[in-house]
């Protein structure tokens, strides 16, 4: 069925920020013109071709449509919606080239999938088909759609012919190639051959296997039969290997398949032990085709993850930097974002030993340095890989060291043995944003000194000068199959049209017993060669200065727990992390899937970067975000490359609103908060025309009365992106927001221009709050619930969201009995979680955030035991990060964002400043979070930053029955110091003070400071 593509039945849908227009053109398909797209990518969004159908889908159909275009590459999108348009399913085609030349895009039913909705029941009937090109390299152009066509088809199934083999010679034994007969086929003739397969009908499969006999095929090609008959080549070999030879062949649909050989090994003849046809997953991807050869290997020749099991890693970048590199606790390191990797061997008494033959360990060096270290052990040698970044933003570096050491008691003669592989560390089931597992190698040359990559996009410097190096396309074998047997490729050079190429460095060690071998590589992220900060410099002089750059960065975090050492190392850690996960002034939550800016994880990491001292990173990123915003006000939930995300997520006004407010209390640069008051403003303006569509009269109607006032409905933190609801977190950071306008606007009472907004602004924060109430109290009612829900239309449970109604705003406490409600019911589910009660799959350590609502509600002992459930599921735990996703299963091949992923970081930093010292409206809290056996050997923090001004502390045990406590510091409120709870009275500079008990917990109230307290259990 062909389905019109005219401009009168179709309609245009553009997001915020993109440019597009439809027109009639002239280009023709099939004597049909094509419809062209116009579009102009302001920023990241999408424009869609929306067509009208009436489809019924059938149990098995085709869709296909043809595309050319002018356009940069971006992600193409073919979508079915329902009636309802809340369900769609799609193809979706990330990185599409669009050429003049018309692609057919085709589908089938297997090939659609669940993109969004309320569930995943597969469609039924389908309202529209959009046509979308989503911007992920955005630019401007024109796309040209035509012959769309949908149309049934026979349901999948298995081949069940009867396939015949004819060869150009020896026929007889030709049928043999598909059968595990001992008398294979050989051709009778030295030139020229072909061993033809016809499958009788129309055959899927994903791939041929072929394995060659003795004398097999140095240059061959595959060929499938076309419906017009011709024969079209699939696959090219040159020089090819002997043995097993493969071929990836996604989504092939032929009737007979050809082997064309051009020339022998031996100039024998040609030798087939067997084919075999592949099914079509064979050739799902090129990461299903890989992890399928790898199925062949021993295990440990290939990633771990070949084998379906997980592999967490870390990031290795320099502050800022524009490029990062990952490492695995196996330490296999990826050079840089979606490259190869190196990974390392060794050899030794015949055999070759890859992770699989070791066990491992892995560090932080110093315990918090972000220099990541892996130890593998094997029986009579260890080896250790040590990786770290040197330089500039745009000119930095990448150095890993590896040392081997013999710690038999006798000689040990090999070698180490560093592979290039086109394979990432990231792993294939890693898809956000950047897909996992293969990265093309196309062309690869070196010599003992380094190699360049991808027609010199990539070089590797070998500053220690290997012992021999060889590179290998994947026809000629995999540098893997020449290393195991001790040998090396014999090409300095290859090209592999399929991306397949790879190489190795050959490293000779003679060690005596306790001896050690140390091999330094570097990989330089220059991005001006011209540049003196362009420079490779050694190892050591590298390391040197990093290292000396961390301490000083990190050092100034003046927390000391000598009890708790693991907790503060985990501190420090978090703050590298954060800082080497930026792009430039770009806050990022990661270095692969979440290399973009959300305003969300950026405010919160803000927060967390200024109560450890990191002002600069603080104000640079505020600067660098606010052109963002939209004129109209809006603040875009997102920013990246392509500009703004016009993704509607209401939680974005609200929240840079705060993150300007919070830069002030910390640091007081009324200068700069002076500038950015417009953006304050328009925020605010963008804010009011959000609540104002739901203050009509159509919400005071009893089924719609718990919505009066509150924000449209959005994704909100992607926690609603099947569909959008009323979320309350948009809500609690839309009135943090215009609590924090209003505390802007009184900074400037002498500011006319400020002055004159400042009765509005107080009289949309104050009706907003009443409404907000309200609405919480009638969703609690009409869900007949005890707890604060989710989200307004659905009455759920999601207290780990609900925890930013504590902090970082407090207007949740006006509701006490339904805030303990919630917790007590989270307090619940989390023991049978841990406890082996409920069973459980994974979680998100987000939930960090209710350790510090425990604390804010006096549970000390709930949110120390949540710490000690969250400390566990550091993955790996000597690298002191946790990645988005924790799986109970440690193995489990599933998706985990990133490692480290920095908005959990800024949850742990954020309830570690809860332990210590946390803001109340009348008071500074301190102390709430402190175990009674830390101040065994003390408990010392200086120079905290707090709203209320900075703070230092020293408490300890002293004798006896007796805690020392000395205060230090400028405050503009009183502190409230909570003490054990076994504390019986208190002394103030030898005055006696009352202890009382407050929801912050047992303590005493300090109004001016210096104050050194006496604390006694008797």
Known sequence: MRIPLDLGNVQLIASDGITASLHRDSRRLDGENALRMDVSYGGSGYASVRVPVAITLPPNYRLSVAVSGELPENTLEVKFVDPTQDFVWWINRPHFAFTPKWQNVVGKKRHFWYAWGPNREPLTDIAFIELTVTASSGGKGSVYFAGLDFEEIPLDRDYDGTPVVTASSNSKNA?????????????????????????????????????????????????????????????????????????????????????????????????????????????ATVNEFMRHVAADSPVGHNPRYMQRLQSFWTVVGVSGGTNEAIINEEGMVEIGRQTPSIEPFLFADGKLLGWNEGTHEQHLEDGYLPVPHVVRTHESLKLEVAALAHGEQTNSCLYVRYLVTNTAAERKIGKLYLTLRPLQVNPPWQFLNIPGGFSPVKSLSGDNNGAVLNEAAISIKSLTPADAFGATSFSQGDAIDFISAGQLPKSSAVHDENGLASAVFAYDFDLAPGATKVVDIAAPWFEDANSPDAAIVSFDEAHEKVVSFWRRKLDAIQVDIPAAQDLLDTMKAQVAYILINRNQKAIQPGSRCYRRTWIRDGSLTSTALLQNGCIDEVRDFIKWFSPFQYPSGKVPCCVDKRGSDPTPEHDSHGEYIYLVAEYYRYTADIKLVRELFPHVLGATKYIDSLRQQRRTDEYQSPDKKHLFGLMPESISHEGYSAKPMHSYWDDIFTHKGLVDAVFIAELFPDDPEVAKEIAGLQNMRDEFHADFIASIKATMLRHNITYIPGCADLGDFDATSTTIGLDPDDLLLELPVEVRATFDKYWEFFQQRRDGGKEWYDYTPYEWRNVGAFLRLGEVERAHE?????????????????????????????????APHGWVASDYLRSMRNLLAYEAVDSLIVGAGIKPEWLELGVTFSSLQTHHGEISMIARNWVGDRIFYDLEGKLTKPVFLVLPGHVKSAVLNHQPLDVIDTPHGRGVLIKSLPATILASIR
Not at 873 to 889: D, I, L, S
Request: contains cysteine; hydrophobic residues 30%.
């Open 175 to 283: 049928a043999n190639v598909l059968t595990s007969a001992s008398a294979h086929w050989h051709s009778a003739k030295a030139q020229k051959q072909e061993c033809t397969i016809d499958f009788g009908q129309s055959r899927e499969f994903g791939g041929l296997v072929i394995d060659w006999g003795a004398d097999y095929a140095l240059d061959y090609s595959v060929q499938t039969k076309q419906s017009n008959g011709k024969w079209h080549t699939v696959d090219t070999v040159n020089s090819g290997k002997p043995g097993r030879q493969y071929h990836y062949l996604p989504e092939t649909d032929s009737s007979a398949v050809r082997i064309k050989m051009k020339r022998s090994s031996q100039s024998h003849g040609y030798s087939i032990k067997h084919i075999e046809v592949m099914p079509l997953t064979f050739g």
């Open 866 to 898: 949540a710490m000690e459930f969250f400390m566990s599921h550091r993955r790996p735990a000597g690298w002191k990060h946790w990645c988005e996703v924790v799986y109970k299963n440690r193995d489990n091949p599933g998706f985990i964002g990133d």
